[in-house]
């Protein structure tokens, strides 16, 4: 099968399109035809090696064999399934979340049955599934689950144009809340368009400085920190930022011991109900997807390119040559 592998950290450059060997499903596992993955910040900063945490587990001086093949998020149709497999069966059409085996950047790749997966929705294109299946799920389990969002409060969004940012403006209006999205001026109309009551233009106004107070500040572009957006929170507020690394570790750990304002760091690994949640959504048709432009697979280094200059809106999305034919 065709993947895109890349065999040392550095410039997007780094991936090549090679011939590797097909994976074959252990009993629990099933065989995706892959059809459609995505480009994003995390893959870029794996492929980059900048991230000591990322070196952790993909290999110090280079990626481990298991780890060359990049890529989060896919979406295609079960070809095969292990002969233990209950939740899925040959031709189910799927989206998920690899985790950090990643690999989507290819043609097949194999997922146990128990990992982030599901049928997509009916009425989405694998293109538009695949654009979720990250991004609007990790909005998801900050916004519901870590922040517990209530009808009624006032959200800010701060990076309201990205992939995970125009889900989190969604998610947030369908909870009922009061949205406030922070992009550029460029994005202004888009995310007024998901339901944002309000938008600041971050060229023109700093919303730490405005006055205005808000229950839930979601970083999503983690390019604030706590102590600024502190006097921004209402009591009992929630600071919710995305950024890996030490700092927000420690303050989620003192914030939850001591203080009213809280800050709200982890990690969603499993994202099985959120994908079903989605789906609902989807196919009740109070959610969208939001794709910036597509890339064929042989072109991943161009996404990476373009990912990493910083104005991307909504999610960059792969497809997969087999996925043309």
Known sequence: ????????????????????????????????????????????????????????????????????????????????????????????QVYGFTGFSAGAYAEYKC????????????????????????????????????????????????GASGSMGTA???????????????????????VKSLGADEVIDYTKEDFTENGKSYDIIFDVVSNSSFSRCKNSLKQKGRYIVTKQGLVPVVQTFWTSIAGNKKVIFTWSINKIEALFFLRELIEAGKFKAVIDRCYPLEKVAE??????????????????EQSRK
């Open 111 to 158: 997922m146990p049955e128990t990992g982030s997966l599901a049928v997509k929705p009916s009425n989405m294109t694998y293109e538009a599934a695949v654009a979720i299946a990250d991004g609007a799920t990790t909005a998801l389990f900050f916004l519901k689950d870590k922040a517990n969002i209530k009808s009624g409060e006032k959200v800010l969004i701060n």
């Open 1 to 92: 099968m065709k993947a895109i592998v890349y065999t040392q950290y550095g410039l997007p450059d780094v991936l090549q399109l090679k011939e590797v060997e097909k994976p074959v499903p252990k009993n629990n596992e099933v065989l995706i035809k892959i059809y459609a993955t995505t480009a994003t910040s995390p893959d870029c900063l794996m492929r980059s090696g900048k991230s000591l945490l990322g070196r952790m587990i993909t290999g110090f001086k280079k990626p481990r064999d298991k780890y060359r093949i990049l890529g989060l998020e896919l979406a295609g149709e079960v070809e095969a399934v292990g002969r233990d497999v209950k939740r899925f069966k040959e031709g189910d």
């Open 303 to 320: 996404a990476h390119q373009f990912v990493e200059a910083g104005h991307k809106r909504g999610s960059i999305v792969i497809t997969v």
């Open 168 to 190: 989190a403006v969604q998610l947030a209006k369908y909870f009922g809340a009061e949205v406030t999205g922070v992009c550029s001026s460029s994005n202004i109309e888009l």
